[in-house]
């Protein structure tokens, strides 16, 4: 979190993030830990599409955060896309202890690719508490993420490694280059509609009884 450099109001603006994945990759803890400091150690399955919100000071601006969890399942893959539209963020997220879901989530990068869809994104691999089950080599993510000019960066959501840094790294890529005038008209409290379809609150997390993530 970046801190307001002098006294005056921050201004409030909204951003809608998005965490995408395979199942049981880490989503719903880091989300949960972002949010609420709290790590399930009985994993929750997500059921299409929940979300979380949280506000944070990040330099002169009060940010609305409503971060969307997504399942990862294939038969959800075609409402997750849905998804895609008005996000100005995604964290794309891969387990470090896993190979196969390193593979996957470079489809999904390619697919976000071809829709052109114009958000931010970034590239996590979660678990590095399990080091030593390691699958995925971080030099070749970053090898392959640079062809593509996608920040990577490696987190614990179970104890919380740069779990904070990690989001506050798709903000400030959001953010960058705009003039608060463009920031504003873009992400102002004003200039986006609600959306009005909302099956899922954020009391759902901690319901939940399926394994999974």
């Not at 640079?146 to 179970?158: D, F, T």
């Not at 904070?164 to 992400?187: A, D, G, P």
Request: charged share 30%; hydrophobic share 35%; proline share 1%.
């Amino acid at each position: 979190m970046e801190n307001n450099s002098n006294n005056n109001p921050l201004t409030e603006i909204r951003l809608k993030l998005l965490i995408l994945g395979d199942s049981a990759v880490g989503k719903t803890s880091m989300l949960l830990k972002y949010t609420d400091n709290f790590f399930p150690e009985s994993h929750l399955a997500t059921i299409g599409i929940e979300f979380k919100t949280k506000e944070i000071k990040f330099n002169d601006y009060l940010v609305h955060l409503k971060i969307w969890d997504t399942a990862g399942q294939e038969r959800f893959r075609a409402i997750t896309k849905s998804y895609f539209r008005g996000s100005n963020g995604v964290i794309f997220m891969y387990n470090i202890t896993k190979k196969e879901t390193f593979k996957n989530v470079k489809d999904w990068i390619k697919d976000s690719e071809n829709n052109n869809f114009g958000f931010e994104k970034i590239l996590v691999g979660n678990k590095i508490d399990l080091e030593q089950i390691r699958e995925v080599e971080l030099k070749d993510v970053e090898e392959w993420a640079g062809q593509k000019n996608i920040n990577v960066l490696e987190i614990s959501a179970k104890n919380g490694t740069n779990v904070e840094k990690c989001f506050n790294e798709l903000i400030r890529l959001i953010l960058e280059n705009k003039s608060k005038q463009e920031i504003l008209e873009k992400f102002g409290m004003n200039s986006q509609k609600e959306e009005n379809t909302l099956n899922k609150g954020n009391n759902n997390f901690k319901d939940k009884k399926k394994k999974c993530c």
